[in-house]
C-alpha cells in the first residue's frame, strides 16, 4: 500500500463539521498516514490545535490568509507566534497575496505577508505560501526577505520563470487537484520540468476535488489521484511519485527529528 502525505489540507474547516471524526481515521487506514492541517485563520486556530492533539499523525501550520488580513492585528500576531510553539506545528502559513478575490486591501496583504514573513524567519518556521494572480508584488517581497527564506508553494499556478526563481529562493511546491483538470496545462508543464525532489502533493480539501469527483467535497482519501496523475506526467509509477513526495515533504518541513 502506498504511503501518502498530505502537507495541505483544512480538516478543522466547517465543511467536515458532520463527520470530522469518523473521517480522519479511516484517512490513516487507507495509507495518508501524514497530513498538516492548515490554520488559515488565527481566530478559530483552537480546532486546529485540537486535532494535533487528537490524532498523532495530523501536524498544523498557522498564519493569517491574505482573505483575513483586514482583521489582522499584533494580538493575532501574538497569537501565531503562541501557537507555534506546539510541538506538532511546522510552517507559518498560509500566508501570501490573493488579487483575484480582493477581500482585502492590497496595501493590508502586503503589509501582513512581510510581518508574518519576518515572524517565520525570527522565529526559525518555514512558510507556506499562498499567491494568486499576484505573482509580480509576491515575488518582489521574497526577493527582499530572502534571507532564511524557505518552505512551500502551496497550490502553485505561476509559470515555470517564476518556479525556477522561486526553487532559487529555497522553496519546494505542492500540487493537488488541479494538476487533475481537464484546462490544467500550465501545472502540467511545471510538474514536468521541477526537479524531483521539489514536489509535493496536497489536497486543499475541502477544496480542489481532482478528477473525477470534481464537485464533491474534497478529502485526503482523493490525493492518490494527484499522485497518479503527477506519475503520468512525469512518466512515474505512482509508488515512485508517494515515496518520492512523503520524503520531500519530511525535507520541506523539518520533520527529521519527529518522523
Known sequence: MMELFDTHSHLSADAFDADRFELIPNLYDAG?????????DVRS???????????PFIYGTIGMHPHDVKYMNNAMMDRIAECLQHKKMLALGEIGLD??????????????????LELAKQLNYPVVLHVREAFGDCMEIL?????????????????IETAYECLDLGLSFSFGGAVTFKNAKKPIEVVRALPSDAILLETDC??????????????????????????EI????????????YNNAIRAFEMNEIK
Open 234 to 245: 512525469r512518466d512515474m509509477d505512482a509508488e515512485e511519485v508517494a515515496a518520492l513526495t
Open 45 to 55: 486556530a483552537d480546532r486546529t490545535l485540537d486535532l494535533l492533539d487528537r490524532f
Open 143 to 159: 526577493r527582499a526577505h530572502r534571507d532564511g527564506l524557505r518552505g512551500v508553494m502551496h497550490c502553485y499556478s505561476g509559470s
Open 206 to 231: 475541502p477544496y480542489m476535488t481532482p478528477v473525477p469527483y470534481r464537485g464533491e467535497r474534497n478529502d485526503p482519501s482523493f490525493i492518490h489521484l494527484t499522485a497518479e496523475k503527477i506519475a
Open 32 to 40: 495518508v498516514t501524514r497530513i498538516i492541517d492548515v490554520a488559515c
Open 99 to 116: 488579487y483575484h478575490y480582493d477581500l482585502s486591501p492590497h496595501d493590508e496583504q502586503k503589509r501582513w505577508f512581510v510581518e508574518q
